[in-house]
């Protein structure tokens, strides 16, 4: 293995070269995650006996794919009544709730079947037993004291459960699910039992990956298995339509594609529906198998995100007038930041959020109004703040200030009334405080050092490239070193074009530095110093060495 590897995954805590590989033979196996067999039962019933089904999801990226692994499945195991109903999130707000159930019911379902979601919903799982309709609850977001009273519930963070990995998204609890449930029927002979094939799967795992990725949960090596599995599939030309025509739209060859092309291309592209519109749109996408159907589809959801973009550029010059006004530098800022303006769009409010921490570095709560008299936030949070335990405290300390909330470590949601919005921040302000000193509200960047001038290459970039699949918890390489600026220049109007010395005198390197037009670098030839990704930029069939340049300040 080349130095340069050898060091990048010591520094990411691997020591044994098997920790990289990626065969489907290395996934922790199914039978070590709880509640699998009771959900089968309920699930196998179903199938043979023809019952109807209907999946009930998240209205983002994981959601989506979740539920079109969950249609998928089903279908090619021989259940020809299974549906889905997807939360419109200004009508009906996260998850199974009562007034969903409320809409479920019409359609006399047998089972519901939650994705993404569920492990919150006691009030949900109740109405849905009132109309004596069983529910399979599949989730992988942090339960809460109280469980709801599910038939089956399936969630590698439940207490108790024994699952090696605790970091699997929505769509990897699904596909766990859904394999369980093909080696069940099998062994029933309902497949390949002269009824139909068993399917394949493996054919899912594009839209695994995706999920996986685009919910920006940790690649541990389990995920990462999945995720460079869906890869494979991917770049040989297997994934499903939707999956390619995703791509295609952010500009993205899918022969080439790598998991930042699933979290910057395609996951923004299918959110964009779950918040400006509905995520049906996103689930249809996924579950065509008419190339041209999903191209249709795919372009409308790019333009949903063209139009995204737009509300969260109005909306971060808004929070970024607002947050002027408060403070004349840093130390006057909250610890725990709490931003609200009633003309924000509750569908943007997370990405706000997510814009306003990086800028930051602190935990943010970005509010919109969802209804007559209430709000609902999206947060953020940064290392070393668990942003679920922090709301949780805030609730216990302040009875009636905040309504439902659920989440994880670094995101959460939330929903309280429009009158508690100032005791809130406050409060959520103290409890940040208590979390974080000033240490932790430094911006970081954590480097892998330098890269020698003859380490500068093409080479280089693909075998960084080829060595992940990178993401949360198994970061991309970042390098720092010192160049000289040798021609500069403005592109897009926010982003920096750069002409670098590798360092040797010997030839110029490629560099762009994104949404940094701004920084304050002399007039002249000047000396910088570079935290920055290696990349390989592919145009008109000619690649050629690039620096994605994370941050640059004059030496």
């Not at 922790?28 to 959900?39: I, P, Q």
């Not at 969950?70 to 939360?87: D, F």
């Not at 992988?140 to 469980?147: S, T």
Request: proline residues 5%; glycine residues 10%.
């Amino acid at each position: 293995m080349p130095a340069v590897l050898r060091r990048i995954y010591a520094a990411r805590g691997i020591g044994d070269a098997k920790e990289l590989e990626h065969r489907l033979e290395g996934l922790h196996h199914m039978r070590s995650l709880g509640g699998l067999e009771a959900a089968v039962d309920l699930l196998a019933a179903a199938v043979t006996g023809g019952q109807r089904v209907l999946i009930v999801g998240d209205f983002d990226a994981d959601g989506a794919t979740s539920s079109a692994v969950a249609l998928r499945a089903l279908r090619a195991m021989g259940l020809e009544r299974a549906g889905y109903l997807v939360p419109n999130r200004f009508e009906y707000g996260y998850g199974l709730s009562p007034e969903i159930v409320a809409v479920a019911a019409r359609e006399c379902p047998d089972v519901i079947v939650t994705v993404d979601n569920g492990v919150s919903s006691v009030a949900g799982v109740a109405a849905a037993r009132e109309h004596g309709i069983r529910v399979v609850v599949t989730d992988h977001h942090l339960p809460g004291e109280i469980l709801p009273a599910a038939d089956a519930m399936v969630n590698p963070n439940l207490p108790g459960d024994a699952f090696p990995s605790k970091h699997l998204a929505g769509v990897g609890v699904i596909f766990y699910v859904m394999l369980a449930l093909r080696a069940r029927l099998q062994r029933d002979g309902w497949l390949d039992g002269g009824r139909r094939a068993a399917p394949n799967m493996a054919d899912l795992l594009d839209l695994v990956a995706l999920g996986t990725v685009a919910d920006v949960v940790p690649l541990d090596r389990n995920n990462r298995v999945l995720v460079s599995q869906g890869l494979r599939r991917i770049r040989a030309g297997r994934a499903c339509p939707g999956v390619l025509e995703l791509l295609r739209a952010g500009d993205r060859d899918p022969a080439r594609a790598v998991a930042a092309d699933l979290a910057f291309a395609a996951g923004p592209r299918l959110n964009a529906a779950g918040r400006l519109e509905d995520m049906s749109l996103g689930i249809e996408c996924l579950c065509t198998d008419a190339p041209g159907r999903a191209a249709q589809l795919a372009g409308r959801l790019d333009a949903l995100n063209r139009e995204r973009r737009e509300i969260e550029g109005r909306m971060g010059q808004e929070a970024h007038a607002y947050l002027e006004g408060m403070r004349l530098d840093d130390s006057g800022l909250p610890v725990g930041l709490c931003l609200y303006d009633p003309a924000w769009h509750q569908g943007v409010v997370g990405i706000l959020a997510s814009r306003v921490k990086e800028r930051l570095h602190r935990p943010v709560i970005a509010f919109a109004r969802s209804g007559e008299g209430e709000l609902k936030g999206s947060a953020r949070s940064v290392a070393g703040m668990h942003m679920r335990d922090v709301i949780d405290a805030v609730a216990t300390r302040h009875p009636g200030l905040v309504g439902r909330f659920g989440g994880h470590a670094m995101a959460a949601g939330l929903s309280l009334p429009e009158p508690c919005y100032e005791d809130f921040a406050r409060a959520f302000d103290e409890e940040a405080r208590r979390w974080l000193d000033e240490d932790a509200l430094e911006g970081v960047i954590h480097s892998d050092g330098e890269l020698a001038p003859e380490e500068l290459t093409l080479e280089t970039a693909h075998l960084l490239r080829d060595g992940g699949p990178w993401g949360q918890g198994f970061p991309e390489p970042v390098f720092d070193g010192e160049f000289e600026v040798l021609e500069r220049r403005i592109v897009g109007e926010r982003h920096l074009k750069l002409s670098l010395d590798a360092g040797d005198g010997s030839r110029a390197l490629e560099a762009i530095a994104f949404n940094q037009a701004e920084t304050g670098l002399p007039a002249e030839r000047c000396r910088v110093r570079a935290a920055y990704r290696v990349d390989v930029n592919a145009f008109r069939g000619r690649e050629r060495l690039q620096l994605i340049v994370e941050h640059l300040e004059p030496v």
